[in-house]
Structures are given as structure tokens and as C-alpha cells.
């Protein structure tokens, strides 16, 4: 053991610098929490058998026993069966007895005839020195003998100790401990440190607090390093850093650190949802958070399980983290011009991260993605490299490479490219974290990493690093300067067509809605739904946006993608409203226990149950942009023209069905407005493509229209709401319904297009946010307002002559999105913050509509 320093008695458990170690403490990825039994969690008494813990103690374990990635345990000096006897076996919490010898029940058959027959002859000639010496008294352990002298007086209590030293101590196989008024015998060589750094490696564990009162708890305290925390109870030398008086204060201590913790893992200083920047090459994305931080990233596609999810289950659920060790300033981050190229810059490195795509329209085809890490400055930076492989649910192991890492045991392979670097590889759970510390000056000022998935080749790459890096910056660049823009908005705008060419799927066509899964709707709440797949209304969606912008590649590719799945289907009105990027049918939804949720939100789910629903309102998107595509001089086939025919066939046989709606109430279903009004607008714009594109009139169409418009006017105005609502006869206010207007299926100028704005304004618009609806959805909890429904309402201003209040709202609409221009689904007006998954294609397709829109008000 060490040589013990004598500290001097810090402050209180309350005291600053004990408070600062726990506040450390509560944010390690992996956190162990260990403490000794008597003197610690339960007040030394004279009665050992009546040696309770204290309540406060026990409730703070328990608390932190329940929190995810954290693990507590008791070692005691106490036979396992004694110590759980007496601290009642709380669930959840490890018992360890015996200093260590005993994990396991039955410990005591496990020892060999030569130790058994020492255990019998220490423990008969204890009893005859405790009969001698009045006062003392022999506990019996499966390992050990003790013998107590704490009830003697002390004169008794020496000669009871001297005459056991003398008969015992020095013969082989017999080990001694030393604790306050007792002397223990073991038969076997154990001790709390050893056990202590069994439970660490066990449990994979990042950092160690331990707490203990005895001279036996400083074997433990010695094996304490860099961010573990020892804090001694009571007087006497120790070599833990912290010290508290009484068992008291060290509830106190494990009650503030399970409150710190809960906080943490419940999202206490999480990033912002809208603070996050997206790195895309048309295969999949990763997400960046403030401070260079990759927290998300599926591979090989957008739908695919993660190998980072820090943002859904905090560090430990996978990062890529670069950080100076001398920040000096809050790090600020930027993407350069018109590309996917981020800066995040603080005052002497800028760390620039970017996806590949030198091989410009070579990405359409499956490959490999390669996220480059551009390190430049001056100082020393760490290095944090967490792979977690499917989700963490996969025990993910890196192996040491001589120009980098690899992760073993998976079917594609990953690899990250780092010359130069000297990795520590170290335990976190059950998985392996690399860590490293380097000196930017032995790499003349800048260190290039290259995260290679897809490939386990860690060679130099064949064109270099500066070229691919321009080259992946003109890939960006050329798409987006041939854009068409309105003239409101311009930089967002552009960033928002962007961000929609980026969540294109390259090798099929599909266009995904969002970026991530489970990012929560409420705080807290159960809305948390998995959005990485392709919508077809949503891309349909999408693609109209792009092309209003000028661009119809991407309309084209995802028309192409919608006639294969469409080839798939029994009939066209089969067609489900979610498919994988592939044009698969969705895995059945499912939670991922393993992720404690972003903000402690769950469940985090994969897959998504509105696959199987009924949502008549997806036809009009697709049919709409067939119809813009033409009226722009896109060079269509008669396979586009199949595709009208497939989703008027559709129409034609269940318009008048009863639907789960836009919004996938998951309730049963209803005659919802938006989904007729869709139904009008599919049958309205294949008659007219019929005929002004193709010269085959359809009458049959447009009288199906008239039968559909009719019967929402009939039906879906409700005259003692004074506007249209939700479904046929429901009360509801919806923002879906300004589509009776926005379609053309009334005027701007009808009175009942004006009254529903303002039913809109009135009852669903709060602070410049307007949310879907306010009725009972079937979920518990509440939701932000709907960056969409805000759009909508912006375009109904605008159209019908009320400019100034729609410009009024759209500045209120661009203000709230993220430093670099990316926005998620929802806002919060009351919390200020963002909500839902992230960037979401409704609320850039919605940004881009309204300024397009106010661009033809002005």
C-alpha cells in the first residue's frame, strides 16, 4: 500500500471542492459507485448485529442503482450473507463481503481443505481469546474470522489483540486486517482494492467514487486514479482526497450525486436539437453538435442502425469528440459558403468536418462513406474515438492498427484512419473507447483523421486530402448556384434546398424526412418516432420544392424510385405511406432500451407503425409534382404518365374512405378534410395533365373532382365553428385545412378560406408558432408548434392580401432556426426551444414555400 498522507479536514460535504469532484463525477460516461458498509452507509453501533443503514443513504443507492450506465455496489467486511441480512439486499445495488473474497453465495465450499482446516483453527482459538477477555466477541466469515474488542475495556481489548498476534499472526496461510477496534484473520489474500478494480473492469466502468471509514477501505482508496473520487468518513489518515464528518454527510453526498446525475442523464445541459449541423453525401448523414462532436451517424445508410447515438443516450451510446485542452473562447461554428463543409473554430484550432464526395455523381451508386476531420492550430487537442455498434446494443471492440483503429466483430467493415496518433484503448461498458492526446506542432499544425466505413483499407488515400476536399466543395457549390432564388430569405433558403438535397438518398432516389429517430415532440414525453425513411407525400413534398428552385434532378430520380415501388403493389391505392430508402417495407417499430432518450425522452424507437396505416391524402403530392415537373419542360416518359394514372386509379377507389390523415393519429380512423381536399387536388391535376401535357381529355377525372370538392364543402365546413375543421363532422381546428385554399380547391377571396385563417390565427397560433391541432390524439402529453403548419399560415396571409402580418410571421419562423441554418420538426414558444427530429424536410420545404410565396406578394 502507499505511504498515507495525513490531510487536512476539508469542508463539509457541502464544501466546494467535494461538490465540484461530484459535479465531475455525475457526467462520466460509465459511473461506478462503491461504499463500505459500517461507518459509512450505517452508523457504527456497539450491537453489530443491529448495524441499520440509514434511510437517506439507501434511498440515494437506490436512486442511482436505477439511472442508466451507472452501477453501485456495498463492500463490506461483512459475510455476504450478514450484509445482506442487515442492509435489507436492496435491489439493484452489488454486494460484495468479506473484504472482496466473497462475490458469490456459498464462497466458503469454494475454499481449499488446507484453508478450511486454517478457518477452523483461527476461528477456535479466537472463541478461547474472547471467553478470556470480557468484552470482545468473534465474528465468523466464510474467509475470515474478527474478532471485536470494541465493547471491551481497553486494556482487555489490547491484551485480546496482543494474544491473538501472538498465537496466530506470522503463520502461513494467515492474513491480517486491521480496522477500527476489530482484528481480522483471513485464510485467504483479498482486499477491498482488489475488489474494487474487479468491479470496475467488470462493469467497464469510466470513474470510481468510494467511500469508507476504516483503515481496511484504504486499499481501496489506493487504487483511486485521475477521475475517481475517495472521500474518507470520519478522522484519521487516509489518502482519499475528500473527507466528510459522519454518515450523514455521506448521504448527503450520494443523495446531490444521483440528483446531478439524474439531471445529466436526463439531458441538464444537453445541446439544443436546432444546434446541431448535418454532414451528408447522399448515403447517409452524421449530425455535429457545438464543440466538434459527432453524436449521431447511421451506417451505411440514413436508415441504419448507429454507431454514434451520444445524442440519444449521452457519451456513452457513441461520440467522435475533438477537443482543444486549452479551449480559451466557446467554440463557434459555420459551414463554408454553399457546401457541407463545417467549421467549428475556437480561438487556436478550428477543427473543419466534411463527407466525401470527390466522386461527385459516383455516389448514386452504394459505396463506402468516408467523414474527414480536418484538425488545424496550435496546442495540445484530445481525441475521443466511441463507435456503438447497432445502436449499442452490439458490444463494440477496436483493435489497434499501425495508422489507426478498427472495430472488430461486424460485417462492414470501419475503420478510422489517424497517422501519427498514439491511442489509449479503455474499457466503457462493454465496449472499447480510444482515446488520445495530441500536440498539433508534431504534426506541423494540422492533423487530417479519416473515418473510412465500408472499407477496411487504411492506406493513404490516392488523391489527397486537399484535392477530395475541393472537390466535394464544387460538388456542392455547382448544385447550388444553379438555383433560382426568390429574393426573401436567399442564404436560408439555399441552406434549406440544401439540406433537402442532402437528406436525398443517392443510390435509389428516395428522400428521407429527417435525419434521426426519437428525437422527442414534448420533453420527456413518449412522441418520439423514428423519421429516417421516405414518406412518399413528404419527398413528393420535397422534390416540388427543389423544383420551384429550379432544380429537377432530384424529382425526376424520386419518380423513378416511386414507379418501382409502385411495380411492387397488388394494386395503387395499397400504397403505404413509409418504405426504407430502399423502397422496402418498414422493420416492425420497436424500442431500443438501451438509449435513455434525448432529455431523458423515451422510448427511442426504430421502425415506425404509420407504415401499415391508411393515408389517402399521399397521391396529390406525388401527382402535383408530375404536374410541375412538366410545366417546367423536364424531359417525362409515358412511365410518368403511368404513375398519374396509378394514383388517380387510386383516388377513384377510396376517396371516400375514412383515413388515419396527414398527421397518423394513431385513433381510429376519420373522413379527414385535408386527405379529401388531397383526393381533389390528385383527380384536379391529372385531368389537367391529361389534357394540356398529353391531349387525352378525362372528363371522368374532372367529374370525380367536382364529386370530391363538393362533398368536402358539403361536409367539412362546419357552420357553428365558423370554419373548416379537422374531419367531417368533428369541431376540431386543424392547420391542415388552410389546404382548401392553398390547393385552389376554394379562392383566396371565398369568406370561408378567410374564416379558417383566422380560426387558425385564433386557436392555434401562440407566439408566431402555429401547432397541428389542440384535440385528444390518443398519446399522452403535448407537443411543440409545427414549423409546417407556421408555413402554411404564412402562405394563406400572403395569398389572400394580408402581407404584412404573413412577412411579420415568416421573420418570426427564420429567427428561431439554428446557428447554421438547420431546422427541426416543432418549437416550443413558452421553453424556447426546438423540438422533434432534426433537420426536418417539413420545415425546410415549408421555409422555401413561404418565401417563395411572399416573393410573389411583393
Known amino acids: ?47 453489530p448485529t443491529q448495524a441499520r443503514p440509514s434511510r437517506e443513504a439507501v434511498v440515494a443507492l437506490r436512486a442511482l442503482a436505477e439511472l442508466p450506465h451507472t452501477n453501485v455496489a456495498l463492500i463490506s467486511g461483512r459475510s455476504l450473507a450478514d450484509l445482506a441480512e442487515l442492509s435489507g439486499d436492496p435491489e439493484g445495488i452489488h454486494l460484495v463481503g468479506s473484504h472482496g473474497s466473497e462475490f458469490d453465495v456459498g464462497f466458503a465450499q469454494m475454499l481449499s481443505p488446507e484453508a478450511k482446516a486454517r478457518h477452523e483453527e483461527i476461528s477456535d482459538a479466537l472463541r478461547r481469546i474472547s471467553h478470556d477477555h470480557p468484552g470482545c466477541f468473534v465474528e465468523v466469515k466464510p474467509a475470515s474470522i474478527a474478532l471485536h474488542y470494541r465493547n471491551a475495556e481497553e486494556e482487555i481489548g489490547k491484551a485480546a489483540v496482543k494474544a491473538a498476534e501472538n498465537e496466530l499472526v506470522g503463520k502461513p496461510g494467515v492474513f491480517v486486517k486491521r480496522g477500527k477496534m476489530v482484528l481480522e484473520l483471513a485464510v485467504v489474500s483479498t482486499h477491498k482494492g482488489d475488489a474494487l478494480n474487479t468491479l470496475r473492469r467488470r462493469f467497464g466502468a469510466t470513474a470510481v467514487l468510494f467511500i469508507g471509514d476504516d483503515r481496511t477501505d484504504e486499499d481501496a482508496f489506493a487504487t483511486l486514479t485521475g477521475p475517481d473520487v475517495g472521500i474518507k468518513v470520519g478522522e484519521g489518515e487516509s489518502s482519499a482526497r475528500h473527507r466528510v464528518a459522519d454518515t450523514t454527510e455521506a448521504a448527503r453526498v450520494l443523495a446531490r450525486l444521483s440528483e446531478l446525475r439524474a439531471a445529466w442523464i436526463g439531458g441538464a445541459g444537453a445541446a439544443p436539437i436546432e444546434s446541431h449541423s448535418m454532414l451528408t453525401d447522399l448515403r447517409t448523414i452524421a449530425l455535429v453538435a457545438p464543440g466538434a462532436r459527432i453524436t449521431w451517424m447511421g451506417v451505411p445508410r440514413i436508415d441504419s442502425p448507429s454507431i454514434f447515438a451520444e445524442l440519444l443516450g449521452g457519451p456513452i451510446a457513441g461520440r467522435f469528440a475533438i477537443t482543444p485542452l486549452e479551449p480559451g473562447i466557446a467554440p463557434v461554428q459555420e459551414y463554408t459558403g454553399d457546401t457541407f463543409h463545417l467549421k467549428t473554430i475556437w480561438a487556436d484550432v478550428t477543427v473543419t468536418d466534411y463527407m466525401d464526395c470527390s466522386g461527385g455523381r459516383t455516389i448514386q451508386r452504394p459505396g463506402r462513406t468516408d467523414i474527414v476531420r480536418v484538425i488545424e492550430g496550435a496546442g495540445r487537442v484530445e481525441i475521443e474515438f466511441a463507435p456503438r455498434l447497432d445502436y449499442g446494443r452490439r458490444q463494440t471492440h477496436l483493435i489497434l492498427k499501425p495508422d489507426g483503429l478498427a472495430v472488430t466483430d461486424w460485417p462492414d467493415p470501419i475503420v478510422l484512419r489517424a497517422p501519427g496518433v498514439r491511442w489509449t484503448l479503455c474499457d466503457e461498458g462493454p465496449h472499447h473507447t480510444a482515446t488520445a492526446e495530441v500536440d498539433l506542432a508534431d504534426h506541423d499544425g494540422r492533423l487530417v483523421l479519416e473515418l473510412r466505413c465500408g472499407t477496411g483499407e487504411l492506406s493513404p488515400a490516392v488523391i489527397n486530402e486537399s484535392k477530395r476536399s475541393k472537390q466535394t466543395s464544387r460538388f456542392w457549390e455547382h448544385w447550388a448556384e444553379d438555383l433560382e432564388l426568390p429574393g426573401v430569405a436567399d442564404d436560408l433558403v439555399k441552406r434549406s434546398a440544401l439540406v433537402l438535397r442532402g437528406l436525398c438518398h443517392g443510390p435509389t432516389g428516395a428522400i428521407a424526412a429527417a435525419g434521426t429517430t426519437s428525437l422527442p415532440e414534448c420533453i420527456g414525453g413518449v412522441r418520439n418516432w423514428d423519421y429516417r425513411y421516405c414518406w412518399p407525400r413528404d419527398a413528393a413534398l420535397a422534390s416540388s420544392a427543389l423544383v420551384r428552385l429550379g432544380s429537377t434532378e432530384e424529382a425526376v430520380r424520386f ?132 389534357e394540356r401535357f398529353l391531349g387525352r381529355a378525362r372528363p371522368e377525372w374532372q367529374a370525380l373532382a367536382d364529386d370530391i370538392k363538393a362533398d368536402v364543402l358539403e361536409q367539412g365546413w362546419d357552420a357553428d365553428y365558423g370554419a373548416f375543421t379537422s374531419a367531417y363532422g368533428e369541431h376540431d381546428p386543424d392547420a391542415s385545412v388552410l389546404a382548401v385554399g392553398l390547393t385552389g380547391l376554394v379562392e383566396p377571396d371565398d369568406p370561408r378560406f378567410d374564416a379558417t385563417i383566422r380560426a387558425v390565427e385564433r386557436d392555434l397560433c401562440r407566439d408566431g408558432i402555429v401547432y397541428r391541432y389542440h384535440y385528444d390524439d390518443g398519446l399522452p402529453g403535448g407537443e411543440g408548434g409545427f414549423y409546417l403548419c407556421t408555413s402554411w399560415l404564412i402562405e394563406s396571409l400572403a395569398l389572400c392580401g394580408r402581407v404584412d402580418d404573413a412577412r411579420a410571421l415568416f421573420d418570426r419562423y427564420i429567427s428561431t432556426a439554428g446557428p447554421t441554418g438547420l431546422i427541426p420538426e416543432q418549437y416550443d414558444p413558452g421553453e424556447r426551444r426546438a423540438l422533434g427530429n432534426h433537420p426536418q424536410a417539413y420545415s425546410h420545404i415549408g421555409l422555401i414555400h413561404a418565401a417563395l410565396r411572399l416573393a410573389e406578394a411583393d
Open 1 to 47: 500500500m502507499p505511504k498515507q498522507q495525513t490531510i487536512p479536514r476539508p469542508e463539509s460535504g457541502a464544501g466546494p471542492a467535494l461538490d465540484n469532484a461530484v459535479r465531475e463525477l455525475a457526467h462520466v460516461p460509465m459511473l461506478l459507485v462503491a461504499s463500505d458498509y459500517d461507518g459509512t452507509i450505517a452508523p457504527i453501533v456497539s450491537d
Open 559 to 690: 419518380l423513378d424510385w416511386m414507379l418501382g415501388v409502385v411495380d411492387t403493389l397488388p394494386a395503387p391505392d395499397r400504397l403505404n405511406p413509409i418504405y426504407t430508402v430502399s423502397g422496402d417495407d418498414l422493420p416492425a417499430e420497436a424500442d431500443i432500451r438501451e438509449l435513455p432518450g434525448y432529455a431523458a425522452s423515451r422510448p427511442v424507437r426504430i421502425g415506425n407503425a404509420a407504415n401499415k396505416q391508411l393515408q389517402l391524402d399521399v397521391f396529390g403530392p406525388i401527382v402535383e409534382l408530375v404536374y410541375l415537373l412538366l410545366r417546367n419542360g423536364a424531359p417525362l416518359s409515358t412511365e410518368h404518365w403511368r404513375l398519374v394514372e396509378a394514383m388517380v386509379s387510386a383516388v377513384w377507389s377510396r376517396w371516400d374512405e375514412p383515413d388515419h390523415g396527414i398527421w397518423e393519429i394513431r385513433r381510429p380512423v376519420r373522413h379527414h378534410v385535408h386527405s379529401k381536399v388531397m383526393c381533389w387536388q390528385t383527380a384536379t391535376l391529372g385531368a389537367e395533365i391529361a
